[in-house]
């Protein structure tokens, strides 16, 4: 099955400033690549995802890009801001399924 | 706007007993999938089923059983509770094999 890492676990950066998680996969044949949003007592939510025919995508401060040649995919978020502060689970799809990353916890400190 | 919901958001039972978590989505999705959330681990899948009547496993599936007899609804049970099962139990369902939207969660606490 896929084996998803994610890096790093804890990421504190200072309000403005960028921030950078990494993924990793397994399986060549995973064609999808989403990142979930999660806050403090609520449910993961849907940020942007990218699927395996495209390198880049934007959506306003955030970004991810995707390697199938290394197999690794990053998301970037810009000019972070108090409200970023969550912790991001990266994830690939396998068949039916998804296998997320262990989750990286960002703190944006004002 | 997609609503999945879960049928309790805290849960505490006792070693043995015989726990049902149940997951409700009101979106016609034919995919729906029961996690488990534990620090430093992320989202493990327990078991997922693609259709009504339909079920398989995740990748942590011992110790779970489910069940889905109608295309809304997605049953976890625990057969006989045990204390490394405390844990966040995460509903997700999903149209096809893409977006998946996910339930509340329930903390449930096995004493």
């Known amino acids: 099955g896929e084996n998803v890492e994610q890096h790093p676990s804890t990421l504190s950066v200072q309000e403005g400033d960028s921030a950078v998680i990494k993924c990793t996969y397994s399986d060549s044949a995973s064609n999808y690549f989403p990142w979930y949003k999660q806050e403090l007592g609520k449910r993961p939510q849907l940020i942007i995802d990218i699927r395996s025919n495209v390198g880049e995508k934007k959506d306003q401060r955030i970004a991810v890009t995707l390697n199938k040649t290394a197999k690794h995919f990053s998301l970037h978020i810009t000019e972070t801001q108090p409200e970023d502060s969550a912790v991001y689970f990266c994830?690939?799809?396998?068949?039916?399924?998804?296998?997320f990353g262990a989750g990286t916890t960002v703190t944006v400190r004002a | 706007d997609v609503k999945v919901t879960q049928s309790s958001r805290y849960l505490v039972k006792r070693t043995g007993e015989k726990v049902f978590l149940e997951c409700v989505q009101d979106?016609?999705?034919?995919?729906m999938f029961w996690y488990r959330q534990d620090p430093g681990l992320g989202l493990r899948l327990i078991y997922f089923s693609y259709d009504v009547k339909m079920k398989e496993k995740g990748d942590i599936p011992e110790g779970y059983s489910v069940s889905r007899e109608k295309k809304e609804r997605f049953s976890l049970i625990l057969e006989s509770a045990s204390t490394n099962q405390t844990s966040m139990y995460l509903c997700a369902s999903s149209p096809k094999p893409y977006e998946q939207y996910f339930g509340p969660g329930t903390r449930l606490t096995v004493t």
């Open positions: 979106m016609d999705h034919e995919n």
């Open positions: 994830a690939a799809r396998d068949d039916y399924k998804l296998s």
